[in-house]
Nanobody, 117 residues
Framework: QVQLVESGGGLVQPGGSLRLSCAAS????????MNWYRQAPGKERELVAI????????TYADSVKGRFTISRDNDKNTVNLQMNSLKPEDTAVYYC??????????WGQGTQVTVSS
């Protein structure tokens, strides 16, 4: 079955960096776009970044442009999110997401990112 397992979250000071990873299994990874979402306390889940089936196709939320970079390794079935210049407002649970079909979507369990001094 499809599994998405995130890792790499933690506590970091403002201005710091973290790298999140999502290990995918149970589907043909290279055929699907992969997404990162986040959900802050009391807020709706929001899209952070999308990467298409190739490295060159990426989209970012305006709030993270220039600070976050999404990448994928189709040999290792992983998608990564490099987060630099982190701000307190980046504090959230970060989720990996894939849509195999409109009626068939999957989420990881999430990884907590806390930006605080």
């Amino acid at each position: 079955q499809v599994q998405l397992v995130e890792s790499g979250g933690g506590l970091v000071q403002p201005g710091g960096s973290l790298r999140l990873s999502c290990a995918a299994s149970g589907f043909t990874f290279r055929r699907y776009a992969m997404n990162w979402y986040r959900q802050a306390p009391g807020k709706e889940r929001e899209l952070v970044a999308i990467i298409g089936t190739t490295e060159g196709s990426t989209t970012y939320a305006d709030s993270v442009k220039g600070r976050f970079t999404i990448s994928r390794d189709n040999d290792k079935n992983t998608v990564n999110l490099q987060m630099n210049s982190l701000k307190p407002e980046d504090t959230a649970v970060y989720y990996c997401y894939v849509s195999i079909a409109p009626w068939n979507v999957y989420w990881g369990q999430g990884t907590q990112v806390t930006v605080s001094s």
